[in-house]
């Protein structure tokens, strides 16, 4: 067994998550390696939807009786709880949503339709960068066509990192919002936040960062990034899947108009205007994702007992060897940073000639689970002259041995293909 030094204990982590217990392909145990696609739910997050379905489920706010004041309470309650887990000055400045997506579609919208000084128009730039996951692509290409904004980006090193040699050419005082992953999602590359904020704060462009890969696996303190708004989702980091959440600074959530039209988020309706909730409700229309908030909560608890900052270490001693593995193995090439060092748990390979696809379906064979395709990042794939990657993605229950059995498969592989 190989031992490393910072992993926790992983023994007693796995026991609280019943899916790893699971067997595939005639008695195989699973090997799951696809946290950046998804996380698996500790029983504590289950038995918290458990919980909440089966004694507190009602709608929230408006009801005066007894378990719509519970619902109400433990949904604003996670509000707290992710709150306090990403150090955000105020509760209110917590939104949540359906996923990262529809976080970072909210801010695009908003800004389309807002008055100055943070409307883009035809006069203004937008800045992402060419290793974004297609979620913050899609949206600024939409409110680029809509408004006529040009949208830029930064491009790569052969590395597989920003080349940000040409930052004051790209960043300009046209530049209205800079948008771009902390941690990258097919990479695992973790960019350099602060020269980018500087430059963006130096010209006056809002800052957006898609925190998805990172919120689960690093401390995230959002006021250290100095961010405008920073978007992540529940479902990789222990929750359940229908919420995610966007933090954004409370004049800026004041001032900014609402993406969605609906109940809750009004203060009054006429049938001829209205005006609106103050945050976060007034970016929260309609029912909201009760049962996921709760659960979100849940989950905010186990990673807050566990610490982020011991996941961290253990997941850099898990990613420094799989590296190092990987690069034992003939023909491999790792598509992005090729050390341990501001890098994610997220790996990213081709295999020789091997498509991507058909390496996956082979490891599957032996109960190991791995992402393939472009993983929401076409343009990475673009950019580095390959159709599709296989990916290893590593969380706080991964072991050593789930490497060296990612090795062994990856051998198989090779065998079997000649």
Known sequence: MTILPGLLDTEAIRKDFPILDRTVHDGKKIVYLDSAATSQKPRQ?????????????????????????????????????????????????????????????????????????????????????????HSNIVPWQLLSQRTGAKLKWFGLTDDGRLDLSNIDEIITEKTKVVSFVLVSN??????????????????????????????????????????????????????????????????????????????EMIETVSMHSSTYAPAPHKFEAGTPPIAQAVGLGAAVDYLTAIGMD??????????????RRLQEVPDLRIIGPTTAEDRGAAISFTLGDIHPHDVGQVLDEQGIAVRVGHHCARPVCLRYGIPATTRASFYLYSTPGEVDALIEGLEHVRNFFG
């Open 310 to 323: 011991n996941i961290a270490r253990h997941e850099h001693a898990i990613t420094e060897y799989a590296v």
């Open 186 to 263: 097919i990479m695992g590359t973790i960019n350099p936040v602060e020269a980018i904020v500087r430059r963006a704060q130096e010209v006056g462009a809002l800052v957006v960062v898609d925190a998805s890969q990172a919120a689960p696996h690093m401390v995230l303190d959002v006021q250290a990034l100095q961010a405008d708004f920073v978007a992540f989702t529940g479902h990789k980091m222990c929750g359940p899947t229908g919420i995610g959440v966007l933090w954004g600074r409370q004049e800026l959530l004041e001032d900014l108009p609402p993406f969605l039209g609906g109940g």
């Open 45 to 133: 997050v289950l038995d918290a939807l458990n919980e909440y379905y089966e004694r507190h489920n009602a709608n929230v706010h408006r009801g005066v009786y007894t378990i719509a004041e519970e619902a109400t309470e433990l949904y604003e309650g996670a509000r707290d709880k992710v709150a306090a887990f990403i150090n955000a000055p105020s509760r209110d400045e917590v939104i949540f949503t359906k996923n990262a997506s529809e976080s970072l579609n909210l801010v695009a919208n908003m800004l389309g339709w807002a008055d100055e000084p943070y409307r883009v128009d035809h006069d203004t730039e937008i800045v992402i960068t060419e290793m974004e996951h």
